[in-house]
Every structure is written in C-alpha cells, then in structure tokens.
C-alpha cells in the first residue's frame, strides 16, 4: 500500500497495487455526466488524446489508448489512478495529472493550488470509462 499526492484540501489518496480503490468523494457519479466531461473542452477534453468507438465527438485523438472498451481491461480503481496522476505509474507519461494541486509546473497563478477536475467529476469519468466495454454497440 502506498499514500498517494495530496490533492483537493489536503486529502492523501490511499494507492493499492496500480488502482486508487475508494471513490474520490461519496456523492453519486453518473455516467452520463462523465461521457459529456469526456468530450468537453471546457473540462477533461480526454478526447483531445484518446478515441472512443460510436462516441459522437469530432477530431478523437490517437496519443492515448483507445478506449471503448477499456473497462474491459481496467477497473474502476485503476481507471481513477489514472485519471487522478498517471505518473504514479509511469513518471514519462504525458496524460496531465487532473487531480493533483502540487508541484505542477506552468500553472498559470489563478490556478495555483487548484486540480484541474473536482473528486467528483474524476468519479463521472470513471462511471462513464467502467461502463465501456468490448459488448457495447
């Protein structure tokens, strides 16, 4: 087990394994909201480096691993570690870390100190990427 970054007011997230098992904050997520985060450039824009089959979403990226049927492969702990700081996994990634409020570097100074998503728009994603799977029209 290890103790993760200290993110959004000072919580230290608990990492087992390669997954972040408990959810970010206890309010319910949905899956809808995450697929509208998804493609929002306003928030997460995820498709800005990744692809989702039969996702209505104009120019889906190739950087990043395909999606559609990622929770096939990834459970919903992994998938929220990887959201939160991808680095804690692989220190050359460059997904951003979307849930990590120090030492990030060309931060500009409205945004000091703050994640780039809430707890609980990590735990939309989440809902929204563990419901992909390889059965999915």
Do not use: W
């Not at 972040?20 to 928030?43: D, H, N, Q």
């Not at 990226?61 to 990887?82: A, H, K, N, T």
């Not at 979307?98 to 707890?119: I, K, M, P």
């Amino acid at each position: 087990m290890l103790i993760g970054p200290t993110v959004e007011a000072g919580t230290v997230l608990q990492i087992i394994g390669d997954a972040i098992v408990a959810p970010l904050t206890e309010r319910p997520a949905s899956a809808e909201i995450g697929k509208r985060l998804f493609v929002s450039r306003e928030s997460g824009h995820c498709v800005l480096c990744h692809r989702v089959e039969g996702l209505d979403a104009p120019f889906q990226g190739d950087i990043g691993p395909q999606l559609s049927d990622v929770g096939d492969r990834l459970s919903p702990g992994q998938l929220r570690l990887r959201i939160v700081d991808s680095s804690i996994l692989n220190a050359q990634t460059i997904m951003p870390p979307y849930y990590r409020s120090e030492n990030l570097h060309r931060v500009a100074n409205a945004y000091e100190g703050e994640t780039v998503l809430t707890a609980l728009q990590i735990e939309h994603l989440v809902a929204y990427l563990s419901q992909r799977r390889s059965d999915m029209p």
